[in-house]
């Protein structure tokens, strides 16, 4: 008798945006409508500058990060919001 050992490796990806406009973000199979948002696999939520004091200028603080590097994003894409304005210092990055 063989034994066979199968392993299967499912990729999950963060939900779509389904729509994007001006202090407006929808996410595919999310009801709800943010202002600006945080996707990782499996889920989405608002993305609160206040929390980790982010304003367009310094930038997107590496705290802001943690978060979805801790639930296993290997790829991050960090959005400058719709007139660019939002920074991305070295250090977050």
């Known amino acids: 008798m063989q034994c066979f050992r199968l392993q299967f490796h ?3 990806s963060s939900p779509e945006i389904a729509s994007l406009s001006w202090g407006q973000m929808k996410v595919k199979g999310c009801s709800t409508t ?9 889920g989405s939520r608002t993305w609160d500058w206040r929390e980790t004091g982010t304003n367009h200028s310094p ?4 705290a802001d990060l943690e978060e979805v590097v801790k639930k296993g994003v290997k790829t991050v894409v960090i959005g400058r919001g719709m007139s660019e304005a939002l920074q ?3 250090w977050t990055i």
């Open 10 to 12: 499912f990729v999950m």
């Open 34 to 42: 943010y202002k600006d948002c945080k996707v990782w696999p499996g």
């Open 59 to 62: 930038g997107v603080q590496p």
């Open 88 to 90: 991305h210092p070295l």
